[in-house]
């Protein structure tokens, strides 16, 4: 499985961006996928998931302000941000983690916030 995330870019505060990720080879909509992110000098942190109940899981700093969701017509995970502040500025991550409990990561996307 290789996933492909896109559309990072420079935004802002207080706008949007939308993040994409494409996972070709997985089993879309049975896979569980989310997003996580790393700011410089810093872990990588969870930002939203989906979970094995099929719930979503999101961070404190992403609740009220970020949606992830399935485009299963298209079979891409997204991530729609809104509200940016410096503070969001980091890589993002989409990560899968398949039926066998492997786990991947794709190449990340950075998103910068401008104050």
């Known amino acids: 499985v290789q996933l492909q995330a896109s559309g990072g870019g420079l935004v802002q505060a207080g706008g949007s961006r939308t993040l994409s990720c494409a996972a070709p080879?997985?089993?879309?909509?049975?896979?569980?996928m989310g997003w996580y992110r790393q700011a410089p000098g810093k872990q990588r942190d969870l930002v939203a998931t989906f979970t094995v109940g099929r719930d979503i899981n999101y961070s404190d700093s992403a609740k009220g302000r970020f949606t992830i969701y399935r485009d299963h017509a298209k079979k891409l995970l997204i991530l729609q941000m809104n509200s940016l502040t410096p503070e969001d500025t980091a890589v993002y991550y989409c990560?899968?983690?398949?039926?066998?409990?492997?786990?991947?990561w794709g190449q990340g996307t950075q998103v910068t916030v401008s104050s």
């Open positions: 080879g997985s089993n879309f909509g049975v896979d569980i």
């Open positions: 990560t899968l983690l398949d039926l066998s409990g492997r786990r991947y």
